[in-house]
T-cell receptor, first 115, second 115 residues
Framework: AQSVSQHNHHVILSEAASLELGCNYSYGGTVNLFWYVQYPGQHLQLLLKYFSGDPLVKGIKGFEAEFIKSKFSFNLRKPSVQWSDTAEYFCAAAGQGGGADGLTFGKGTHLIIQP | EPEVTQTPSHQVTQMGQEVILRCVPISNHLYFYWYRQILGQKVEFLVSFYNNEISEKSEIFDDQFSVERPDGSNFTLKIRSTKLEDSAMYFC?????????????FGSGTRLTVV
């Protein structure tokens, strides 16, 4: 069965700290991977995505993620967080070849950045 | 930037009542989706819709759920007889084509509370 696990449900950091949010997936076949962010009261926004090629993916707002196939991981990183990064972060996966069956999401990580 | 619009943002209904959640996808998108997120749990795929019919549906999407695109603009999710456990945030999404390569655009969600 397809699944996505996010290990940290709540993370609290100070501004300028480095961030790494863990994500592991279990999928049969080739997988596409995503990180979404949901700011308070807003919709889910795509931060970055990985389909193939360079396993280090750069996204918006200074975020990046590294696909490590041997570890079935796709961790999200940011070298220096800002107060405005406070949000819910979701890792998601889908099989290659079609999105009709939808994305499989992790439970999300609630990130709080303290000034 | 084009948006997916969902109305209402919050709906309260009594158990056993029918509810209709409305979504206006991005105008040139062809694939439409509904997801839900029960409080504290992961975002779950409900259904995908293309060419006026359901493409895929999850096991959650049972006979009490239905979707339609009544006028070429709106995309609705109907819950025929709501139960307490239907309380959740419901997200609509659309994409220009199938295949997650293009990513989804999500709406801001409708918070459904069944009392």
């Amino acid at each position: 069965a397809q699944s996505v696990s996010q290990h940290n449900h709540h993370v609290i950091l100070s501004e300028a700290a480095s961030l790494e949010l863990g994500c592991n997936y279990s999928y049969g076949g080739t997988v596409n991977l995503f990180w979404y962010v949901q700011y308070p009261g807003q919709h889910l926004q795509l931060l970055l995505k990985y389909f193939s090629g360079d396993p280090l993916v750069k996204g918006i707002k200074g975020f990046e993620a590294e696909f490590i196939k041997s570890k079935f991981s796709f961790n999200l990183r940011k070298p220096s967080v800002q107060w405005s990064d406070t949000a819910e972060y979701f890792c998601a996966a889908a099989g290659q070849g079609g999105g009709a069956d939808g994305l499989t999401f992790g439970k999300g990580t609630h990130l709080i950045i303290q000034p | 930037e084009p948006e997916v619009t969902q109305t209402p943002s919050h709906q309260v209904t009594q158990m056993g009542q029918e509810v209709i959640l409305r979504c206006v996808p991005i105008s040139n998108h062809l694939y439409f989706y509904w997801y839900r997120q029960i409080l504290g749990q992961k975002v779950e795929f409900l259904v995908s819709f293309y060419n006026n019919e359901i493409s895929e549906k999850s096991e959650i999407f049972d006979d009490q759920f239905s979707v339609e695109r009544p006028d070429g603009s709106n995309f609705t999710l109907k819950i025929r007889s709501t139960k307490l456990e239907d309380s959740a945030m419901y997200f609509c999404a659309s994409s220009p084509t199938t295949g997650v390569n293009y990513g989804y655009t999500f709406g801001s969600g409708t918070r459904l509370t069944v009392v």
